[in-house]
């Protein structure tokens, strides 16, 4: 019996599980393997590592963790969880572990546009965060495939950085990246920019909300108090996967994300006290 099971391996989850081991809480972190940045270069707006790459991160993230004797990392995706008296249930391909608290740190996945070549530029000439990405195609030219409120935002976020905004009005019917840059196949022609910005759609990459019946807010992501604690005692969410209510969707970068993971930590801590408590009583 885990005092807390931490599901996804990324920033929101490593973060839970240093916060849950250096308070010497047992602690098993789970990682699929599968992640949002999975094909992201660098990242950047990341004091002190602004450009590191997000394998390099996990790694160093993992070094850190081993340094703590109750900490448990393992390789492999949770198939299941539910609630089992006074705690929880996970489910492994090769049986089941059981914690007091459950940290849900799994993210969320992007659906791309079904636009041929998309996919390969995603995370390297293709993103969706200027505050992420911006930066580099400083003194190029963007082209902004996002539409309403969305593009004016952009528009004027990117103003100060590029050399110009071109907003796509037709469809984009081809993606080929060349020469640092993309060329893009529209409805009446080929553009060739430095960087495109798209605007996907999103959901949870897993299906444990649900499962456990968590409140969500209109995003579709899981709703958390300021605490990070979820509609059911004993769970908490952070990362991409859950927001405030007062947000109308994840900050979704590596600090924010990090920060989300350190409450939960904390608040798994103060459960726990009172769980010891109350036995000890």
Known sequence: MYDAIVIGGGPAGLQ???????MHRSVLLLDSGRYRNGTVEHAHNYATHDGISPAEFRRL???DLAAYDT???RDVPADGVEQDGDGFVVHLADGVERATQLVLATGVRDALPDVPGLADAWGKEIAH????HGHEFAGGTVALDVEGP???????????IVEGVVPVTGRVQRVERRDGGLDLTLDDGTIHVDGMFVAPAFSQSAPFAEQLGLALNDSGCVRVDAFQGTSMPGVLAAGDAAHHPDLPMPMSSIL???AAGLVAGAACVQALLARDALEAA
């Open 61 to 63: 993230a993992r070094a």
């Open 150 to 160: 969305h593009l004016e935002r952009l528009t004027a976020m990117l103003g100060p």
């Open 256 to 258: 924010t994300s990090q």
């Open 71 to 73: 900490v448990e990392v």
């Open 129 to 132: 965060c200027p505050f992420c």
């Open 16 to 22: 839970a599980a240093l916060t849950l081991g250096r």
